[in-house]
């Protein structure tokens, strides 16, 4: 199992790029840049890529709403193309609040939006060109794209029938607030096995999780309670949380000492999980940049050995 990190885009590119040249010396093997209202994470990860020589760059995920297949298909290929080939493309389809409450676009058949949206999108990558028309998209073009392999498309996909699509015709999905008992019951055999019925390889599953190596169990949940309370409020999340039976988002964060959080890591790997992306976050008041240190310092310390 492949061990990065989830991180937040810094407003300036520089300090960015800093942070990934940073998390790349520290021996992870990938950084996951969520895009939100910041900066455009693919951009900045275009620009760590000529800062690093081997590190994995992820987007986790972008929003699909905001770019047409025909752009994001462009600047995915362009960014994989200046990384050398190390881009995991991380879309989704966002949330129904952030679609429609702050973009005023329908939210209204998000996953047919989604299937529609990722036939255009991989078959440009894959070959160029596409003609396409469905219920949202009418696409008929041909691209002078960079020659360079396309990179895996990894979909956010929680419900039964985004996985199902995400077996068929993606190269995986990246989760969030979403525990054991869930991937093992829920996640990963829907998405295995639709992958099996499209005749597709093993889908990729990247699990993302908030995690602090602490001897104070129950401060570090008190605080995680405080930093991810949000989450536990969006209706897809909130879901991933009632199946894994828990109350909110601080019971499904990895806290505890370094074998505890060694031990939840391991059984991630062996339901399967291929990439686990540590949100590390403050066990005390503020930054606490020496906790997070510690907790970066131990996961850098599992790589290659899970």
Same mark, same amino acid.
């Given at each position: 199992?492949?061990?990065?990190?989830?991180?937040?885009?810094?407003?300036?590119?520089?300090?960015?790029?800093?942070?990934?040249?940073?998390?790349?010396?520290?021996?992870?093997?990938?950084?996951?840049?969520?895009?939100?209202?910041?900066?455009?994470?693919?951009?900045?990860?275009?620009?760590?890529?000529?800062?690093?020589?081997?590190?994995?760059?992820?987007?986790? #995920?972008?929003? %699909?709403?905001?770019?047409?297949?025909?752009?994001?298909?462009?600047?995915?290929?362009?960014?994989?193309? @200046?990384?050398?080939?190390?881009?995991? =493309?991380?879309?989704?389809?966002?949330?129904?609040?952030? %679609?429609?409450?702050?973009?005023?676009?329908?939210?209204?058949?998000?996953?047919?939006?989604?299937?529609?949206?990722?036939?255009?999108?991989?078959?440009?990558?894959? /070959?160029?060109?596409?003609?396409?028309?469905?219920?949202?998209?009418?696409?008929?073009?041909?691209?002078?794209?960079?020659?360079?392999?396309?990179?895996?498309?990894?979909?956010?996909?929680?419900?039964?029938?985004?996985?199902?699509?995400?077996?068929?015709?993606?190269?995986?999905?990246?989760?969030?607030?979403?525990?054991? /008992? @869930?991937?093992?019951?829920?996640?990963?055999?829907? &998405?295995?096995? @639709? @992958?099996?019925?499209?005749?597709?390889?093993?889908?990729?599953?990247? %699990?993302?999780?908030?995690?602090?190596?602490?001897?104070?169990?129950?401060?570090?949940?008190?605080?995680?309670?405080?930093?991810?309370?949000?989450?536990?409020?969006?209706?897809?999340?909130?879901?991933?949380?009632?199946?894994?039976? #828990?109350?909110?988002?601080?019971? &499904?964060?990895? %806290?505890?000492?370094?074998?505890?959080?060694?031990?939840?890591?391991?059984?991630?790997?062996?339901?399967?999980?291929?990439?686990? &992306?540590?949100?590390?976050?403050?066990?005390?008041?503020?930054?606490?940049?020496?906790?997070?240190?510690?907790?970066?310092?131990? =996961?850098?310390?599992?790589?290659? /050995?899970?």
């Amino acid at each position: 199992m492949r061990i990065g990190l989830f991180m937040f885009p810094s407003r300036d590119p520089k300090v960015m790029v800093e942070r990934i040249v940073q998390v790349e010396r520290e021996g992870f093997e990938a950084v996951w840049l969520a895009q939100v209202m910041g900066p455009d994470s693919l951009a900045l990860l275009a620009l760590a890529g000529q800062a690093t020589q081997k590190i994995g760059l992820g987007t986790a #995920v972008v929003p %699909v709403y905001l770019r047409h297949p025909i752009f994001m298909a462009q600047q995915a290929a362009t960014v994989n193309a @200046a990384v050398g080939g190390r881009l995991s =493309l991380g879309i989704g389809p966002s949330h129904r609040v952030t %679609v429609e409450d702050m973009w005023g676009f329908s939210y209204a058949r998000a996953a047919h939006y989604m299937r529609e949206y990722l036939v255009v999108l991989r078959t440009l990558l894959e /070959k160029g060109s596409v003609q396409f028309q469905g219920d949202f998209f009418k696409v008929n073009v041909t691209l002078q794209l960079p020659q360079v392999p396309m990179p895996p498309i990894i979909v956010s996909a929680l419900g039964p029938i985004m996985l199902k699509m995400a077996g068929e015709l993606a190269d995986g999905t990246v989760t969030w607030m979403t525990g054991p /008992k @869930a991937l093992e019951g829920h996640v990963l055999p829907r &998405i295995r096995e @639709a @992958a099996r019925r499209a005749g597709r390889p093993e889908p990729c599953v990247v %699990v993302g999780l908030p995690v602090a190596v602490t001897a104070n169990k129950e401060r570090a949940r008190a605080r995680a309670a405080q930093i991810f309370q949000f989450y536990g409020q969006l209706p897809s999340y909130r879901r991933m949380l009632d199946l894994e039976g #828990v109350q909110g988002p601080q019971e &499904i964060a990895v %806290v505890g000492m370094e074998e505890e959080v060694e031990a939840a890591l391991r059984h991630l790997a062996s339901l399967g999980v291929t990439d686990f &992306i540590a949100s590390v976050f403050p066990e005390g008041d503020g930054s606490d940049e020496e906790s997070m240190n510690r907790t970066r310092t131990f =996961l850098a310390s599992l790589v290659g /050995k899970i």
